[in-house]
């Protein structure tokens, strides 16, 4: 059985990462807009007030400044960092969706054993012996996402450093460059993470380059197979 490729690849499972792209691009752009009009409000009204009202306005603005130029973009980002996780865990069993057509097999994603990407790899690998993007560095860093997803969609980035998957999330923070940790306090065994925008951006890429090596991958198999009947 013959697929479209070119359909398949660009049309169906690009263009998803694309409009993500372009919607985390508008999320950027409204955060810079709002940040920008607080610090035009701020000099606008210091400019009107007396020197007794500056110091409650300034604790005024501090909490406001906390607010648009902190807590939101880091709840807003961390949002983001789990969406693109969810639309790559779709797409790939999506993928998973397409080869079953191919082969013709009826083996599917619901026969194999695991969870999520785990259990799409275990399907393509282990039934389709589609082996090759799985060793690249795009999926371990994927794998490495996937635990991050998993602590933030619970905890809001909240760490419980008693438990082991948030120590092994502390860690993996501790090497990113767009991951910051806060309030970490050792006596209590706490920690806050914040996934930055860039971080977001580069997961997406990470996420496109590795669903391009798949597609590309299936499709010679996929090919070659079609030639051995010619």
């Known amino acids: 059985m013959s697929l479209d ?24 752009s409204v955060l810079q807009n709002e940040q920008k009009q607080l610090t035009q409000k701020f000099n606008d009204t210091l400019d009107k007030i007396t020197e007794k009202q500056k110091e409650r306005f300034y604790e005024h ?22 969406v693109s996780f969810n639309l790559f865990e779709k797409t790939i069993n999506d993928i ?26 275990n ?11 799985f060793s690249k560095n795009e999926w371990e860093r ?13 905890t809001s980035g909240e760490l419980d450093l008693t438990q082991k998957s948030h120590i092994a999330v502390f860690k993996i923070a ?12 050792p006596s209590f065994e706490s920690a806050d993470i914040i996934v930055e925008e860039d971080f977001v951006f580069y997961s997406i890429g990470i996420y496109r380059k590795f669903i391009r090596v798949l597609i590309d991958t299936i499709k010679e198999k996929d090919t070659k197979a079609n030639n051995s009947f010619e």
């Open 5 to 28: 490729w070119e359909y398949i690849s660009e049309l169906e499972f690009d263009l998803d990462f694309d409009f993500l792209l372009g919607h985390c691009t508008f999320i950027k």
């Open 174 to 185: 501790q090497k990113e460059k767009a991951i910051r940790i806060e309030r970490h306090d």
């Open 96 to 121: 998973c969706k397409v080869v079953k057509a191919i082969s013709g097999l009826e083996t599917g994603l619901k026969n194999v054993k695991g969870k999520g990407i785990e259990r799409a790899k």
């Open 61 to 82: 603005f501090e909490t406001e400044q906390y607010y648009i130029g902190d807590l939101f973009p880091s709840i807003q980002w961390s949002a983001m960092f789990v």
């Open 123 to 133: 399907y393509l690998s282990k039934i389709h012996n589609i082996n090759v993007p």
């Open 142 to 154: 994927i794998n490495t996402f996937s635990k991050l997803r998993n602590v933030l969609s619970h």
